[in-house]
């Protein structure tokens, strides 16, 4: 099957009338009535009914068509992606993000993007995932980079590797000299954690209960940085990707086991809408990075 077939079939499905579809597509009518002939013996259907005055959609006509026109919408977006592909952007993009991600990821996106499109203003906004979802349901987001979602009701989620969770310590606290630490062991222990507003903390929270562990969690934040400079100073733990502790000397990372914890990065976009040159674009950048990460 070629784009060409579907092309043609479109045309005729709007316009049921082979001299209006013939010169809608710009070939003759004898070509347009070969190749739709040559698209049902490929398909093994009849797709339209053809009378002396008249031509209508036959059932398998009406089932394909739908699909036909989704394909082809996809491959003339591709079409025009890659050909903006080498030019530079202007206008805005509004990305969503994490706090954990706009730590490391983000930062090394937005400037690799910005630097090949000085002309784009970046905007980011940092929340939960509930919160940038609705942002980005409500239209004030272009797409979002942060952790896969409880709920994936209307969205497509690109995952982009996974990283691991530890507990973070400084060099004084008991736990320093430990290659590794069972969940349970957190039991009792003073932590700091993120609020529970975010996912991460969701997970967190379920997996101590699934080991019988009940920390004594003595600070909440909604801030990592907040968070980890606390524990610089404070004998407590608390527990964090791997990843973002690259900026925070004398802190020591202790792997998790039963269970081990981990989380999964990823684009999120809403279901059946269109993406723009732009946002692919970034897109691109961001798989890129992300590449990079994981096998460092």
Not at 58 to 76: M, N, R, S, V, W
């Amino acid at each position: 099957m070629e784009l060409r077939h579907l092309r043609y079939f479109l045309a005729l499905a709007e316009r049921l009338n082979f001299t209006q579809a013939a010169a809608q597509v710009h070939v003759t009518q004898s070509t347009l009535s070969h190749q739709i002939n040559r698209l049902e013996e490929e398909l093994g259907q009849r797709l339209f009914d053809r009378g002396a005055r008249h031509v209508a959609l036959t059932a398998a006509g009406e089932l394909f068509l739908p699909q036909a026109a989704k394909a082809l919408a996809e491959i003339d977006i591709g079409i025009a992606m890659i050909g903006a592909s080498d030019k530079a952007f202007t206008g805005a993009l509004s990305l969503g993000t994490t706090m954990t991600l706009n730590m490391g990821l983000v930062p090394r996106c937005l400037a690799i993007f910005s630097q090949a499109h000085p002309s784009m203003r970046l905007t980011v906004e940092e929340n939960t995932a509930d919160g940038l979802i609705a942002d980005m349901r409500a239209g004030r987001l272009d797409l979002i980079l942060a952790y896969k979602p409880f709920d994936l009701e209307g969205l497509l989620f690109e995952p982009l590797y996974s990283e691991e969770l530890v507990v973070a310590v400084n060099e004084r606290h008991p736990f320093a000299a430990r290659k590794r630490l069972r969940m349970v062991e957190l039991h009792g222990r003073d932590l700091t954690l993120p609020a529970r507003k975010y996912t991460t903390r969701v997970q967190i929270d379920e997996a101590l209960r699934a080991a019988g562990a009940k920390p004594q969690i003595v600070v909440e934040t909604s801030s990592i940085a907040g968070m980890l400079a606390l524990v610089q100073q404070a004998p407590m733990a608390t527990i964090v990707s791997r990843s973002a502790l690259a900026d925070h000397l004398g802190l020591l990372a202790i792997p998790l086991e039963g269970p081990t914890l981990q989380r999964t990065p990823g684009l999120i976009w809403l279901e059946g809408h269109s993406r723009t040159p732009t946002m692919a674009s970034f897109a691109a950048v961001v798989r890129r990075v992300a590449k990079t990460l994981a096998e460092g």
